[in-house]
DNA sequence: TTTTAATGTAAACGGCCGTTTACTTTATGC
DNA sequence: GCATAAAGTAAACGGCCGTTTACATTAAAA
């Protein structure tokens, strides 16, 4: 009598995150857990129901990391007020934190390889994987850009380049970062302090002088 | 009595590539085929070799890509010699290649979306991603840079920079460039030029005047 | 200490898994 | 056209799947 709901998601979470929601079984989970499947039941409902209250948890704790950083995360508001803040550094920062993040935070290390794993799956993963971890990002980030470029704190080869390509260039090594991490965990500090280096020269590089 | 095994890999493959391996049935592979699943084993003498042949036929198919491109993809020769003819600009246009060639080949393709579902099932399946489709590449390109800055090809900010931090500047907006073709295909003659503007961009931030 | 609710077990359920078997159909070479 | 080998079928195999059931144990409340 001790195995709480919390313990049961987190065991999932991570088989999930190796094998893919279809491919482990209420008997893997439970045998981690030390229980047998037919008391995993007295928690959830059914195997599908874990892996949705690992959604509703990853969509919480995204909503407290974002009040947490500056920079506000996924949802666009129309409002273009709401970026008028928004500095170029600031914009750098929020890059290295969310390396750490996706590396470092362990539900979301695994939420985001589950997540990798289910994005083919079908729209609704895709959907997901695309707003968290693809082209949600970047998108968030053009309009960021294309704020500054408006309000004229960049110089005149970011304006040049434009939004769309300054989001890829920006986004894109943390994204390589990410994988690098994933390739070997060890090289996280060496991985960690080289993207340190590349958003201080992309901030040096696109900033106006 | 039609069926042969290129279009059972091809098949299974695909499927392979939306739902994972182990999610994925004999019977579905023999259904999408039209076929009962008995009749794969005339072909196939497990799910497993189907899988294995997959593997296999895609190690044959990049060392032909190998030759097609001027410039050698993965293995490493310890002889510094092979690289002297190695141009930015050749560089450059492989990674345009690399981006055409995991999204528009067919084969390529739906084998970078299986092993992506693989990646984190055991330590072959990470080996071969990383080689193929993460660390591989960088640690490639970043050799190739180290001989350019070496025979003074590079300019100043260049060889400050580092090696590794160059190759991932230009990798990293290949990767995420087909990530961004995954969130949507329809996209791709956008993502493609979009990728074309950073590397001549590319080239002409680090190219020695 | 006794009652009660929470948490566990083992076994059963129908169903699908990968694979093998025995047998039938189909295409090809002589 | 007929033998032969290739390619298909349906059914069976033992085994695991997700889930439910009936019952036992445990921990907390009274």
Redesign the interface.
């Known amino acids: 009598m001790k195995t709480n709901k919390e313990e049961i998601m987190l065991t999932a979470l991570k088989l999930f ?7 482990v079984s209420t008997n893997m989970i439970a045998g981690e857990l030390g229980i047998t499947k037919g008391a995993l039941y007295r928690h959830y409902k059914s195997k599908q129901e874990i892996f949705d209250s690992i959604i509703e948890k990853m969509f919480e704790q995204d909503e407290k990391q974002a009040e947490e950083t500056n920079v506000p995360v996924r949802e666009y508001e129309e409002d273009a007020e709401s970026y008028e803040h928004t500095s170029l550094e600031s914009l750098c920062e929020f890059v290295n934190n969310q390396y750490s993040y996706w590396t470092e935070n362990e539900f979301a290390l695994y939420f985001r ?1 589950m997540i ?2 289910e ?3 079908n729209e609704e993963m ?1 959907k997901l ?2 707003d968290m971890l ?2 949600g990002p ?1 998108k968030y980030s053009e309009d960021l850009f294309r704020e500054m470029i408006k309000s004229d704190r960049l110089n005149a080869k970011a304006e040049k ?1 434009g939004a ?2 300054l989001a ?2 920006l ?3 943390l ?3 990410i ?2 991490y ?3 965990e060890k090289d996280n500090e060496k991985i960690k302090s ?1 993207l340190g ?2 958003t201080k ?1 992309f901030e040096k590089r696109w900033k106006k002088k």
């Open positions: 995150a190796e094998r893919g929601f279809e491919a390889r990798t794993l994005q083919y799956r895709k994987y695309r693809s082209l970047v380049l769309r390509n890829i260039l986004y894109a090594p994204q390589l970062s994988q690098l994933d390739a070997d080289d280096k590349l020269e």
